[in-house]
């Protein structure tokens, strides 16, 4: 083995293999999703981009050769976060690779909620011709985006093609193009009650688990609905099943659950207002191109030269 290992737990092109090889001379190259390709390679990588689990105990444990993990996803909270913190290791995410799939989802979601083609379509299986009473539009209507990251900018972007309101919520309350107003998250339960949809793209962290429960339900209008596009365990769900029964909403898309995949008990399976996807708001024809081209090579770049100013590190007290 090359004394110094870069490991991709991916498939890539070998066009991207070649970059990677021009650009650190020095590393050698392993790259394959099959774990027999990479697993004999993982204690002596000090680059791996794609994390697994089985990692864990593969490359952070004892004398740690890793150095630099390139998450593949955006979303980090299933790591093990604190030993990488102790360890030194530099975590960089997919932040951002999945700001156009995502937000083409959020407007899906809204526009199918909005104009009733969730219910069309069950008509349509039926052959059941019925106007089912739609008189709502999108047009000039308030967007709450809660948690106003790429994927939170790219849908605040859009939103104003309708000619929406947009109204963000992010940590450091810093404003944003193309959002109005911005407010901190302790500002949550003032712009609840002007919204007309509620989207979340909020990481997981001790501070966005539960964030929203009956309380916030309770503040938002009984015409609005809720996106959620960001964890499962943002939102308490049974309490938003309550709040859907009850009509304190009027109705959901959500693309994540608490419980994935969503069990065939869970109540939200059957429900009118409700259009369940199965976590694939950020599936894209160019996720590895996105990873690849705009994150890893950049990062890389940086990271042969010891500047590790890089793109997407994750501040391990934050969790994101």
């Known amino acids: 083995m090359a004394e110094r290992i870069i490991l991709i737990t991916q498939n890539i092109d070998d066009s991207y293999i070649q970059q ?53 996803s955006a979303g980090v909270n299933s790591m093990p976060l604190n030993k990488f913190s102790e360890k030194d290791i530099i975590l960089t995410s997919a932040n951002g690779v999945q700001a156009y799939p995502i937000s083409e989802t959020i407007f899906a979601l ?78 949550l339960h ?23 429960g009956s309380k ?3 503040l938002m209008k009984k015409s609005a609905f809720l996106i959620n596009i960001g964890r499962g365990e943002v939102i308490k769900e049974e309490e938003l099943i309550t709040a859907l029964q009850e009509q304190e909403i009027a109705g959901a898309g959500l693309d994540v659950f608490i419980q994935e995949p969503l069990d065939e008990t869970n109540p939200l399976w059957e ?24 994150i890893f090579i950049p990062n890389l770049k940086q990271y042969i030269n010891e500047d590790y100013h890089m793109k997407n590190m994750v501040d391990y007290k934050k969790g994101y």
């Not at 429900?271 to 705009?294: A, D, L, Q, W």
């Open 20 to 72: 990677i090889n021009e650009l650190a001379p020095d590393f050698q190259v392993i790259a394959g999703k099959d774990k027999d390709t990479w697993e004999p390679y993982a204690k002596e990588a000090e680059v791996i981009v794609g994390w697994k689990k089985e990692l864990e105990d593969l490359s952070i444990i004892g004398e740690s050769k890793l150095r630099w993990l390139q998450s593949w």
């Open 110 to 187: 809204m526009l199918g909620l909005t104009r009733k083609i969730h219910t069309y379509v069950q008509q349509q299986q039926n052959k059941h011709w019925h106007h089912a009473n739609m008189n709502l539009e999108l047009h000039e209507k308030t967007i709450g985006i809660i948690g106003v990251g790429e994927i939170g900018k790219e849908t605040a972007r859009i939103a104003k093609a309708f000619r929406m309101n947009v109204i963000g919520v992010r940590h450091s309350g810093m404003p944003a193009e193309n959002v109005d107003e911005m407010y901190t998250p302790d500002k």
């Open 190 to 212: 003032d712009i609840l009650p002007t919204c007309d949809y509620v989207v979340i793209t909020l990481p997981l962290t001790d501070d966005t688990q539960g964030m929203f």
């Open 216 to 218: 916030e339900f309770s």
């Open 271 to 294: 429900m009118e207002n409700i259009i369940v996807t199965p976590h694939t708001s950020g599936s894209t024809e160019h996720y590895t191109k996105r990873v690849i081209e705009n």
